[in-house]
């Protein structure tokens, strides 16, 4: 039953005839006499839940007093208990979640309990967006092939999905072949308001892909989390987290002809990063955020976690309710969800002084300009005029600056493929329209559109061996290409459709001609890839490349064109058209008048509606796969699915915090900047390597590896593929004699000094009974929100993690599966306190009771005998994650709840 508490519980006109409950901020407001109206928006919905879901137990009154009463500086001590209204996953950090649910349905058989109790409490999406790879492009039937290989490898999995589809009441997929995840989220899955049982409330979630974030283009509160922490919510645990400072971010003005809304975001990612917003809430404000579309808005809220904040929040007003209507949404939800909104006063965006913010930045859209972002780091924007001059001067710098550590008179000397291609430095080797920052937008797929008829036009051609792509994020945006005329022109250049999917972006780009590669490797080439994503971390894009750039679509279509980076696009010709004439990028560069004359194709109700209508329709390849039915599943012998072990001898008494760790070894000392990309197995799997070995050994042909995004099901694959990112550098391992660092997953055994592959050294340290750490520095396990990044850490037998600081999600799957967090103090890091990986650690004050935040010790015993003492700060923030914690991670914590309820 809906309680009543201050009186909040009151009614708001729907129509004319029809009405709602609602529980009223305002009215809690009035009873606990704060100015609710000066909370920003996005911490009113936080506390709109917080009001609804008070239980007296998970969630009290008392909650509700602290975060109504948010300071915009106050101390960030309060833990907020936070219950989403639904949960969104994508495939590959979806079926390891699956599969740990499945293990959990076993676990409570074996109990004697009914299985059934393991059930999501909340509604679930699944869509399947990550598997599909850009093994066909440039030919007609790409889309089709690239599909049928996409359903060959992935069979296994996609059985494991439909038994979940029919043994969990509240779990939907969205078969693959729709689009990308956060773009279905936007276009079909939010529903503005939900309503049960009578009682209207906002939508609110948590996604397991750190681009979750761009739902809060339409006023959603929602963000990235591990499957780890999405998994309890699922299962009836609020989403706890410290209250948040909230930056807010004026915008004024409006963008210059020729500025996309990429150029925007790239440069509001550069200035958040550096204004150091990790963990904060963002949110827009102002007469310029009122002026953009809810696509730009998207955009901005999608690189949220490129910037560091857990959200990029933008309030509801009438822009968002004409892209509803847009989309295909029914009158009924529309009309709902505009009045509740009115009914909380929370319809409109804010304008300077109406809301008091922790800090206030501003930002005049007009100062924009077109840029690109690389070639390693999504925060290193380059303007467009700069490119050719910072690639150049990058190509000789030292690595440990950004650079690729190369003599600069090799950057002009051209090289030829077995086959005959000339190729140089700086060659773009893949072009992709790509990922879901962009292809949600249609401003700038219409202006690559429009770009691509101007280019063919003036008799423009890119180069047959450049490996270039369009993966739409939805297959509405193939309608409104045709409808308006422009994607055969795209087509001309390349850029036909290939998947609908993540792609390029997530490393599943498929490989490159083999000649490339091979002259790649032979000469130490810096090739380029250039892609309208949000990610270009180190061998993410492809391991052979080294300079990866995020750019708008339009320019990605014009770097094709350009085919190498030491082209100046804003003084060099793009290119030779029709009679050798020179073609510069002013000549096909569209107007925001023609682009805007288009956009009457992308927002029909019509197109959106017949899409999505077929959601439930299995297409010929999703029906001819055969899920096991049953309530548990039998886990029947494969290399993508494996029963987890996370659960091994549970029982419902939890082990507690333990003892002191001592004589510990390291792992792996890292540097700055480490990402999950680095720690969590990704992309291809090498038949060399622990992973591919292991699959050779269990009868898997090499063709067949797949990735290992694909394998996530399977934890020994996944375990043998963490840390062993051919990029990673380990500093145990000395450097070679041009002072460069050693790059892939190996360590130094101790005290023996072998060289193994970071996985045997911690099969052998396990075997040999002696625990072992890791070192970072700053930002340790930033990127995505990679679940195994964690899950594979405690695999390999890691009882802690010692970094300068933690990116917020990965330090929060740390705990989650009972890896301690630890962060140095002060200028303490593993060079200031000279660590090389020849001592052995103990780490004291763990034992007994523990505390947020508190201090533990890090003892290091040094080869000569000499002890240090030294100070770390536990990064386990909150009392849950103690609970967490003492119960050996939230999974068998979750578990051990629902067994007893």
């Known amino acids: 039953m809906p309680h009543n508490l201050h009186d909040t519980l009151k009614e708001f006109p729907i129509g004319p005839k029809r009405k709602g409950k609602y529980y009223s901020l305002p009215q809690l407001g009035r009873a606990l006499g704060v100015k609710v109206e000066r909370l920003p928006v996005s911490i009113r919905l936080v506390l709109e839940s917080v009001l609804r879901n008070c239980d007296g137990k998970k969630v009290t009154e008392e909650h509700i007093r602290q975060l109504a009463g948010w300071q915009p500086n106050g101390d960030r001590v309060d833990e907020i208990p936070f219950v989403v209204a639904r949960v969104v996953l994508q495939d590959f950090t979806g079926v390891p979640l699956l599969a740990d649910l499945a293990a959990m349905r076993n676990v409570a058989e074996k109990m004697g309990k009914n299985p059934k109790q393991i059930e999501p409490l909340v509604p679930v999406d699944l869509v399947v967006d990550h598997s599909v790879q850009i093994d066909h492009f440039r030919e007609k039937k790409a889309l089709d092939l690239n599909m049928r290989l996409e359903f060959q490898?992935?069979?296994?999995?996609?059985?494991?999905m439909k038994w979940g589809m029919q043994a969990f009441d509240t779990f939907g997929v969205v078969q693959p072949g729709f689009g990308i995840v956060h773009q279905v989220n936007l276009e079909y899955l939010a529903r503005g308001v939900h309503n049960r049982d009578g009682v209207f409330y906002p939508d609110t979630l948590v996604g397991t892909d750190s681009h979750t974030t761009m739902i809060n283009g339409i006023g959603v509160v929602g963000w990235g989390v591990g499957g780890i922490e999405a998994e309890a919510g699922m299962l009836g645990q609020p989403v706890y987290f410290l209250t948040p400072d909230v930056v807010g971010v004026e915008l004024k003005g409006r963008l210059r002809e020729g500025v996309t809304a990429t150029d925007l975001v790239l440069t509001i990612t550069e200035m958040l990063r550096r204004e150091k917003v990790v963990g904060k809430f963002v949110e827009f404000f102002g007469e310029g955020t009122a002026s953009l579309s809810v696509p730009d808005r998207a955009t901005i809220g999608n690189m949220a976690p490129e910037y560091g904040a857990t959200m990029g929040f933008f309030p509801v007003d009438e822009k968002t309710i004409a892209y509803f209507e847009g989309t295909g949404r029914t009158p009924d939800e529309i009309a709902a969800f505009e009045q509740y909104f009115r009914a909380q006063e929370l319809f409109g965006v804010p304008m300077a002084g109406d809301i008091d913010y922790t800090k206030v930045l501003q930002l005049d859209l007009s100062t924009v300009a077109p840029s690109l972002a690389g070639p390693k780091r999504p925060q290193d924007r380059i303007e467009i005029g700069n490119v050719k001059d910072t690639f150049a001067t990058l190509f000789s710098k030292p690595v440990s600056e950004n650079g690729f550590n190369k003599d600069p008179a090799e950057l002009d000397r051209q090289y030829t493929t077995s086959?005959?291609?000339?190729?140089?430095?700086?060659?773009?080797?893949?072009?992709?329209?790509?990922?879901?920052?962009?292809?949600?937008?249609?401003?700038?797929?219409?202006?690559?559109?429009?770009?691509?008829?101007?280019?063919?036009?003036?008799?423009?051609?890119?180069?047959?061996?450049?490996?270039?792509?369009?993966?739409?994020?939805?297959?509405?945006?193939?309608?409104?290409?045709?409808?308006?005329?422009?994607?055969?022109?795209?087509?001309?250049?390349?850029?036909?459709?290939?998947?609908?999917?993540?792609?390029?972006?997530?490393?599943?780009?498929?490989?490159?001609?083999?000649?490339?590669?091979?002259?790649?490797?032979?000469?130490?080439?810096v090739a380029a890839a250039v892609l309208s994503g949000n990610r270009n971390f180190e061998a993410r894009i492809h391991p052979n490349i080294r300079a990866n750039f995020l750019a708008s679509p339009p320019l990605v279509v014009a770097y094709a064109i350009a085919g190498n980076m030491m082209v100046d696009l804003m003084t060099e010709p793009v290119g030779r058209g029709k009679n050798g004439r020179d073609i510069y990028i002013g000549d096909i560069w569209p107007s925001s008048d023609e682009v805007n004359a288009l956009m009457r194709f992308a927002m029909n109700a019509d197109t959106f509606r017949g899409n999505y209508d077929k959601v439930k329709n299995p297409s010929p390849l999703w029906a001819k796969v055969k899920g096991t039915s049953g309530q548990v599943y039998d886990w029947p012998k494969s290399t993508y699915i494996a029963e987890p072990p996370f659960f091994k001898d549970f029982d419902m008494t939890p082990k507690g915090a333990g003892s002191s760790i001592t004589g510990a070894r390291a792992l792996g000392i890292f540097g700055d900047s480490v990402t999950t990309d680095h720690i969590s197995?990704?992309?291809?799997?090498?038949?060399?390597?622990?992973?591919?070995?292991?699959?050779?050994?269990?009868?898997?042909?090499?063709?067949?590896?797949?990735?290992?995004?694909?394998?996530?099901?399977?934890?020994?694959?996944?375990?043998?593929?963490?840390?062993?990112?051919?990029?990673?550098?380990?500093?145990?391992?000395?450097?070679?004699?041009?002072?460069?660092?050693?790059?892939?997953?190996?360590?130094?055994?101790?005290?023996?000094?072998?060289?193994?592959?970071?996985?045997?050294?911690?099969?052998?340290?396990?075997?040999?009974?002696?625990?072992?750490?890791?070192?970072?520095?700053?930002?340790?396990?930033?990127?995505?929100?990679?679940?195994?990044?964690?899950?594979?850490?405690?695999?390999?037998?890691?009882?802690?993690?010692?970094?300068?600081?933690?990116?917020?999600?990965?330090?929060?799957?740390?705990?989650?599966?009972?890896?301690?967090?630890?962060?140095?103090?002060?200028?303490?890091?593993?060079?200031?306190?000279?660590?090389?990986?020849?001592?052995?650690?103990?780490?004291?004050?763990?034992?007994?009771?523990?505390?947020?935040?508190?201090?533990?010790?890090?003892?290091?015993?040094?080869?000569?005998?000499?002890?240090?003492?030294?100070?770390?700060?536990?990064?386990?923030?909150?009392?849950?994650?103690?609970?967490?914690f003492n119960h050996g991670g939230i999974l068998p914590f979750v578990l051990r709840q629902l067994l007893a309820a």
Not at 153 to 158: A, L, P
Not at 705 to 711: E, I, L, V
Not at 815 to 836: A, E, W
């Open 153 to 160: 490898r992935n069979n296994e999995r996609y059985q494991f």
């Open 419 to 525: 086959d005959g291609i000339p190729i140089r430095n700086g060659d773009v080797l893949i072009a992709a329209i790509t990922s879901c920052t962009n292809t949600s937008n249609p401003s700038v797929l219409l202006a690559a559109g429009l770009l691509a008829k101007k280019a063919v036009e003036a008799g423009l051609t890119v180069a047959p061996h450049i490996k270039t792509s369009l993966a739409p994020g939805s297959r509405v945006v193939t309608e409104y290409l045709q409808a308006a005329g422009l994607l055969p022109y795209l087509e001309k250049l390349g850029f036909g459709v290939t998947a609908y999917g993540c792609t390029t972006c997530i490393g599943n780009a498929g490989d490159l001609a083999p000649s490339l590669n091979e002259a790649i490797q032979e000469n130490d080439l």
């Open 681 to 884: 197995p990704a992309g291809s799997i090498k038949d060399t390597s622990p992973a591919g070995q292991y699959l050779l050994a269990n009868g898997v042909l090499k063709a067949d590896f797949n990735s290992y995004g694909s394998r996530r099901g399977n934890h020994e694959v996944m375990m043998r593929g963490t840390f062993a990112n051919v990029r990673i550098k380990n500093l145990m391992i000395p450097p070679k004699a041009d002072g460069s660092r050693v790059e892939g997953g190996i360590t130094l055994h101790q005290p023996s000094g072998e060289q193994l592959s970071i996985y045997d050294a911690a099969m052998k340290y396990i075997d040999e009974g002696v625990p072992t750490v890791v070192f970072g520095g700053e930002e340790y396990g930033t990127g995505s929100s990679r679940d195994w990044a964690a899950k594979g850490t405690q695999l390999l037998g890691v009882k802690a993690v010692i970094a300068r600081s933690f990116e917020r999600i990965h330090r929060s799957n740390l705990v989650g599966m009972g890896v301690l967090p630890l962060q140095f103090k002060g200028d303490d890091s593993v060079q200031t306190l000279g660590i090389t990986g020849t001592e052995t650690f103990d780490i004291e004050g763990i034992e007994g009771d523990l505390r947020p935040q508190q201090d533990v010790t890090l003892v290091i015993h040094r080869e000569d005998g000499k002890v240090d003492r030294v100070p770390v700060l536990l990064r386990i923030d909150t009392p849950i994650e103690v609970d967490y």
